[in-house]
């Protein structure tokens, strides 16, 4: 049987793109079809537009501590909407950029809504096309708990167009886009409120992390709530939102920002007429090679619910175009030790295993941490302190996990991530010399631990 496509991939974000990308490089006939924006969530409500407002809201410290370096700044002001416009601008040449590498790379690129119409049929806008291969990766949607006046509240897919910045925000979640939006509404200015139903937020995070993030937010004036959840959202006759509390408390506020999770997007995308199978929380279940319940069609990403992460989406569209057109090349996404960051201000870096998570596998462990200030903020008024935190296997030596709260905490985990695949030790930490001086330097000379 003859296919209109080899490939044809539903959704260009992040894994779908690199899918696509790398299945036509390998000779493949290749259909993509895109609905919403290309680039998908990261490029357009996600990581890259996020990065560049936290840029945004440091400025505010910068500014801030320049003083002790002998700066003085008469009437210094924020603009939202220019940030807003400027970044609109930013995403819409990378959107360019995604278009022409798909494009140069001999992809078909069709912009309309994709619907499956079989096991090797997909219909994009009324037209129709066979493929042998069909690969969903449409990513997820940011989810709210059904409470009433849920309507007045909005979720990132807004924030990053809203027309003025709001006076008083409450941002309800404890994940990675809770943190980071409470981080940046009140570095850019916004009295900020955020609300964790539990007992301390970034469940899954190492304990001292966790602590130590919560420490310093609560320094620079972010008002936390821990065990705090809204049951219901009122508007007030001047657009005031009222938000109440399960212990019945009210607080109001111009903005509600919900960054409860996100679900699997596969709204309206013709699941009913191929048997492909969800997993108990939705999303689409799939074998170790992408392969869904349905033989011909696959799927990665956030979609699989399996690690929402950009870089692994990207992992996985490689992995699966090689499984499909270069199985000689395949190589199976290694997903342990998975580097990652939190962009709250100070940020978070992290691989490996917490201590928590470190002893419940049955490690015994030998913990050493520094805490300290920056050097860049010795000149000024900032008290704020780094973190970082090295859990090690008190047998064989062998670094567990890495964790850090500090300025460019993400850069510098990535390098330590490397050392952490290579299986490096403790020794091979203390053998490596530092940089000097820099933060990073502190990983190299963690001496005595804190805790057995
Ligand atoms: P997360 O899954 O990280 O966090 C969701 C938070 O919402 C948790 O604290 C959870 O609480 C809470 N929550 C869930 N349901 C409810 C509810 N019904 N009522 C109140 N609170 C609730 O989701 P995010 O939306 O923050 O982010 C989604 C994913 O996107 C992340 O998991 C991450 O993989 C990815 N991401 C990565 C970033 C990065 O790499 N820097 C940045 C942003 C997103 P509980 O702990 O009790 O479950």
């Not at 501590?65 to 924020?78: H, I, L, R």
């Not at 995070?205 to 065990?227: A, M």
């Not at 499909?324 to 996404?333: A, I």
């Amino acid at each position: 049987m003859s296919f209109d496509f080899d490939l044809f991939v539903i959704g260009a974000g992040s894994g779908g793109v690199r899918a696509a990308r790398f299945a036509a490089g390998f000779g493949a006939k290749v259909g993509i079809a895109e609905s919403r924006y290309l680039g998908g969530t990261c490029v357009n409500v996600g990581c890259v537009p996020k990065k560049l407002l936290v840029y945004g809201a440091h400025f505010h410290e910068d500014f801030e501590q320049s003083a002790g370096f002998g700066w003085t700044y008469e009437d210094v002001k924020f603009d939202w909407p220019t940030l807003i416009s400027n970044k609109n601008r930013e995403i819409h040449r990378l959107n360019g950029i995604y278009r022409n590498l798909l494009v140069n790379s001999g992809v078909t690129l069709l912009e309309g809504h994709a619907q499956l119409r079989g096991a090797h049929a997909v219909e994009v806008d009324g037209q129709r096309f066979t493929a042998k291969h069909i690969l969903i990766a449409t990513g997820g949607w940011p989810q709210l708990p059904d409470i009433p006046g849920k309507e007045h509240a909005i979720t990132s897919n807004e924030a990053f167009f809203l027309d003025q910045l709001p006076r008083r925000v409450l941002v309800v979640g404890g994940g990675y886009i809770s943190v980071e939006f409470a981080s940046i509404f009140h570095g850019l200015g916004a009295e900020t409120t955020l609300l964790y139903r539990r007992e301390l937020f970034l469940r899954g995070f190492d304990r001292s992390v966790r602590e130590h993030l919560r420490g310093e937010l609560s320094r620079k004036g972010v008002n936390l709530q821990f065990n705090a959840d809204i049951a219901r959202i009122d508007k007030q006759a001047d657009g005031t939102l009222s938000a109440t509390l399960r212990d019945g408390r009210a607080l109001e506020a111009d903005c509600v920002f919900y960054a409860t999770g996100r679900r699997p997007m596969l709204d309206n995308l013709g699941l009913e007429s191929v048997s492909v199978e969800l997993d108990e929380r939705g999303f689409i279940k799939v074998d170790e090679t992408y392969r869904t319940s349905e033989q011909s069609i696959h799927a990665i990403g956030d979609v699989i619910g399996r690690v929402q992460l950009t870089p692994v989406a990207l992992a996985e569209g490689m992995a699966l175009a090689r499984h499909l057109f270069r199985p000689d090349e395949y190589r199976p996404v290694d997903y342990r030790l998975i580097p990652t960051a939190v962009f709250s201000l100070p940020n978070i870096g992290t691989v490996g295993l917490s201590e928590d998570e470190a002893r419940s596998a049955g490690h015994r462990v030998k913990i050493f941490e520094s805490r300290f200030r920056p050097m860049k903020l010795t000149l000024t008024e900032s008290q704020e302190r780094t973190l970082m935190k090295l859990v090690v296997d008190a047998d064989s030596d062998k670094v567990l996990g890495c964790h850090m709260v500090g300025p460019d905490a993400g850069e510098i985990l990535q390098g330590i991530a490397v050392a952490l695949k290579a299986g490096a030790t403790k020794q091979v930490f203390d053998e490596t010399i530092g940089i000097h001086p820099t933060a990073a330097e502190e990983f190299v000379t963690l001496r005595t631990p804190v805790g057995a």
